[in-house]
T-cell receptor, first 115, second 114 residues
Framework: NAGVTQTPKFQVLKTGQSMTLQCAQDMNHEYMSWYRQDPGMGLRLIHYSVGAGITDQGEVPNGYNVSRSTTEDFPLRLLSAAPSQTSVYFC??????????????FGSGTRLTVV | DAKTTQPTSMDCAEGRAANLPCNHSTISGNEYVYWYRQIHSQGPQYIIHGLKNNETNEMASLIITEDRKSSTLILPHATLRDTAVYYCIVRVAIIGGGADGLTFGKGTHLIIQP
């Protein structure tokens, strides 16, 4: 049982390049989400999904796209990377619904630098 | 989601109990108190949550005041590995019911001293 797996762990991009950050979970969680964490700051929600085929925007969605074709995978796409997107990205998943009590399980993060 | 207030940093001696306070004076009746921690460079880790009763698990205890306006996370026997940023988060427990996700503030940087 791997939990939440994020790849790659590190990435350097040039301004204007595109890439996809991968996130996969093997816990059959309905809910998945992406956060970014800038130095010295808390996490901010980018996009989330409450199930396959359903996605919605979080607090800071601009510059990012997501899709959820399967329960297991929730990739985050940067369409045209900008230096302001230099950050650590975390994927999280959870059961949804009241009273599940499991909390969110986070991946180990992808450290992205845009030069 | 209700706003929370936590001290910026705290020290605790190894082997002693670490008591981390959180103020959430505007909490609503359907909002839970969640605690997460983030060890340097790692993803946040769920610790415990509660609604109004005190809770205990293998990691920690959560004490919520009767008026629910504040809570304390207790690590009973702190070790060096408990050095981390601890986040107190208040939110409803229903996922997918509108504005979603966890709102992370800056948390409390707990430093366990040898």
């Amino acid at each position: 049982n791997a939990g939440v797996t994020q790849t790659p762990k590190f990435q350097v991009l040039k301004t204007g390049q595109s890439m996809t950050l991968q996130c996969a979970q093997d816990m059959n969680h309905e809910y998945m989400s992406w956060y970014r964490q800038d130095p010295g700051m808390g996490l901010r929600l980018i996009h989330y999904s409450v199930g396959a085929g359903i996605t919605d925007q979080g607090e800071v969605p601009n510059g990012y796209n997501v899709s959820r074709s399967t329960t297991e995978d929730f990739p985050l796409r940067l369409l045209s990377a900008a230096p302001s997107q230099t950050s650590v990205y975390f994927c999280a998943s959870s059961y949804s619904g009241l009273g599940q009590g499991h909390g969110y399980t986070f991946g180990s993060g992808t450290r992205l630098t845009v030069v | 989601d209700a706003k929370t207030t936590q001290p910026t940093s705290m020290d605790c001696a190894e082997g002693r109990a670490a008591n981390l306070p959180c103020n959430h004076s505007t909490i609503s009746g359907n909002e839970y108190v969640y605690w997460y921690r983030q060890i340097h460079s790692q993803g946040p880790q769920y610790i415990i949550h509660g609604l109004k009763n005190n809770e205990t698990n293998e990691m920690a205890s959560l004490i919520i005041t009767e008026d629910r306006k504040s809570s304390t996370l207790i690590l009973p026997h702190a070790t060096l590995r408990d050095t981390a940023v601890y986040y107190c988060i208040v939110r409803v427990a229903i996922i997918g019911g509108g504005a979603d996700g966890l709102t992370f503030g800056k948390g409390t940087h707990l430093i366990i001293q040898p």
